[in-house]
């Protein structure tokens, strides 16, 4: 298992921008790894995730174009820059991880394997 915490959610207005972080214990470079969240009454929906090298991510239809992801391997951190949010969006973000997956592969990791933070917060509201 790896440690994973995230940090960066918040209430933020439509339109507005937030960038969570997650932060990995080492071995982290051997680990794709992703972002999910899941709205209350909702089931969990793979949002972003990104290889192990960085070479390759996988996003929802529903961020694309709005969501970046990205990771820094010596910083055993991974980020997701979110954009032009929407109300939508609200929901509590997790951060995981699981060895040696690919991107897409990644955000269809099943809730019961992997290495999962905590969860961060984002709401999105006027």
């Known amino acids: 298992q790896l440690q994973l915490v995230e940090s960066g959610g918040g209430l933020v207005q439509p339109g507005g921008s937030l960038r969570l972080s997650c932060a990995a214990a080492?071995?982290?470079?051997?680990?794709?790894t992703g972002w999910f969240r899941q709205a209350p009454g909702e089931e969990r929906e793979g949002v972003s995730c990104?290889?192990?090298?960085?070479?390759?991510?996988h996003y929802a239809d529903s961020v694309k174009g709005r969501f970046t992801i990205s990771r820094d391997n010596a910083k055993k951190t991974v980020y997701l820059q979110m954009n032009n949010l929407k109300p939508d969006d609200t929901a509590v973000y997790y951060c995981a991880a699981a060895p040696y997956l690919t991107s897409r592969a990644m955000c269809n990791l099943p809730r019961s394997t992997g290495s999962w933070g905590q969860g961060t917060q984002v709401t999105v509201s006027s």
């Open positions: 990104i290889s192990m090298a960085g070479d390759s991510t």
């Open positions: 080492p071995g982290f470079t051997y680990y794709a």
